[in-house]
C-alpha cells in the first residue's frame, strides 16, 4: 500500500506570509516610531522595544513551530524544547534590563563621559 504525496506548498506560504507580515510590521515601526510606544516606559524599556522582543519571540516560536515540525509531536517533546527556551529567554531579559539600565545610571549620574 503506497501512501499519498501530500503537498506543503499552501503551508509553507502561510508560514512566509506571517513571518514577512510580522516582520513589515517590525520595520514599519521601526522607521515610524509612534511617540505613543516610543516615548512611554515600562520597566526602563519603551514600549516600542518591548513590542520588537514580543513580536521578535512570536516570530522565533512559530519559526520552532513550522520548521522544526514541533506541531506534530508529543506535548512532552514540545514542553522539553519549549520550556528551557522560554526560562532562558526570560532570563537573558533580566539580564539585560538590570544591565542595561545600571550602565546608564553610572554614566548618567558620573564624570565619566559617553565616548561612543
Not at 28 to 39: E, H, K, Q, S, V
Request: charged fraction near 15%; glycine fraction near 4%.
Amino acid at each position: 500500500m503506497s501512501h499519498a504525496h501530500v503537498s506543503n506548498t499552501k503551508r509553507i506560504w502561510t508560514v512566509f506570509g506571517l513571518l514577512s507580515l510580522i516582520t513589515t510590521v517590525e520595520v514599519a515601526f521601526g522607521i515610524i516610531r509612534p511617540d505613543a510606544l516610543y516615548m512611554h516606559t515600562f520597566l526602563t524599556m519603551s514600549l516600542l522595544n518591548w513590542l520588537f522582543i514580543i513580536l521578535t519571540l512570536v516570530k522565533a516560536y512559530y519559526i520552532v513551530w513550522a520548521f522544526m515540525h514541533m506541531e506534530g509531536e508529543k506535548k512532552a517533546l514540545r514542553n522539553a524544547v519549549v520550556f528551557p527556551l522560554i526560562f532562558l529567554v526570560c532570563y537573558l531579559l533580566f539580564i539585560l534590563l538590570t544591565e542595561g539600565d545600571y550602565v546608564f545610571e553610572v554614566f548618567k549620574s558620573s564624570t565619566i563621559k559617553w565616548n561612543f
